[in-house]
């Protein structure tokens, strides 16, 4: 099948090239024409494990190409639109500006029969307005709601494997019709027996941001229980394993630490919140509130850990910050804790170096006043203490010894709970974590 999909970013760019992987003829149309000009290479212009091996095999098989011009969506039967909605200035609701420009500049293009799917992440009802859009100018187009779940870092074998399918639809023998393409255009997961929900717009666009919602509340939770234990002298990873062994809570997205970030989480459950206060329902969400209240909490508190271990002042203070991403295996610095907690400590007097494996170039871009090192040796040469901020492999497999003799003072706080204490303060480190003795 011949299939658009406008915005190429984190996930357009993937979808895109999964979707050539699965036999079909894409084009990928985005207004960054310095993104363009990579992916119309088959480079990848973000750092995604197993991206760029697709894009150099689907660019190969001549069925996946990158531009520009609106134009070259003409002709697909299947238009998805992968344009961001961030967090507007200074408010909590999402900015669809890129979203009803996409329509837009789209709509000249849908021909009759054609299906235009949202995967974006929207407020509940932005369905509804573009499906009334799309039926002024192209009333024998349909569309359907298909949001997606993709987890940066394994976005590709999401995007080819997903857990679910979810199709919001209008009633009708369109919306029969448009199932049906879309089938077409899932064959390959569906056959592997991918789960699908076909349900109205409200719900499919509902279930993105209540999945979000789920999760962030689960990290939160835990994080209120490393306060907790942080108050008693518990420890919060015992005490995740534990509760964790009840399948009825499960071990999964129950790592107390700096709480989470990027470009989904933060952004998706204020504009739930938002949405649900013009929806007359606000009270039902106030507990994100505080999910959100937790969650910057723990950023604080690491940047008071990090004072507590020098001796109650960090200024004047090496500090070097291993980790810039949200998360490891991405090089996504939005929302990043651990550029929050850099830049925090930065502003109180310390000296940060920060490193990342893959995201220095993104933080420069965003933090320019911050000092980046290549590595995290070199970044923690001379330190007075050492913040593990993001969990990437190589930080974690840090050798206590050989780190030792390039540091300072060996003081480290784990920011993410995946360190050996034992095997840390074996090798006369200061050993402090969040939420544990
Ligand atoms: P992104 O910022 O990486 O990509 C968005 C892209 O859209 C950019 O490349 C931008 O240039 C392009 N764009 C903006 N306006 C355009 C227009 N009018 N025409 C064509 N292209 C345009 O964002 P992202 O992380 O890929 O997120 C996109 C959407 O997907 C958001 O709604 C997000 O919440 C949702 N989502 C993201 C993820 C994720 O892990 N990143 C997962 C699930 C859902």
Known sequence: MRISVI??????????????????????????????????????PFFEPG????????????????????SAVAGAQVHFICVGTPQKRGENAADLRFVDAALEALLPYVAPGDVVVGKSTVPVGTAEKLAERLAEVQPEATLVWNPEFLREGFA???????????????????????????????ATPLSEGTPQVVTDYATAQLVKVAANSFLATKISFINAMAELCEATGADVTQLADAIGHDARIGRRFLNAGLGFGGGCLPKDIRAFMARAGELGVDQALSFLREVDSINM????????????????????RKVAVLGAAFKPNSDDVRDSPALSVAAQMGLQGARVVVTDPEAIANAEAKWPDLT?????????????????????????DLDPVAFGEVV?????????????????????WTYRALGRP
């Not at 760029?52 to 609106?70: I, K, N, Q, V, Y």
């Not at 399918?165 to 089938?183: C, F, H, K, P, S």
């Not at 001379?382 to 930080?395: F, I, M, R, S």
């Open 372 to 396: 980046y090192a290549p590595t995290a040796e070199q970044a923690a040469a001379g330190a007075d203490v050492v913040v593990l901020a993001t969990e990437w492999d190589q930080y974690r």
């Open 156 to 186: 590709v074998q999401d995007t080819l494997h997903p857990d679910r399918l979810v199709y919001g639809i209008q009633a009708g023998t369109e919306g029969a019709r448009a199932v049906r393409l879309l089938d077409e255009v899932y």
């Open 297 to 316: 909490r723990r950023r604080v508190r690491m940047v008071d850990l990090a004072r507590e271990v020098c001796d109650g002042s960090i200024v004047g």
């Open 51 to 70: 991206l760029p091996e697709l894009l150099t095999e689907a660019m190969g098989s001549g069925r996946l190409e990158f531009g520009t011009d609106m």
């Open 7 to 44: 915005g190429c970013g984190y996930l357009g760019a993937v979808h895109a090239a999964c979707m050539a992987q699965l036999g079909h003829e894409v084009v990928g149309v985005d207004v960054d024409a310095s993104k363009v000009a990579l992916l119309a290479e088959g480079k990848a």
């Open 408 to 428: 300072a003072a060996r003081r480290i706080v784990d920011g993410r709970n995946v360190l050996d204490p034992g095997k840390w303060r074996a090798a006369g």
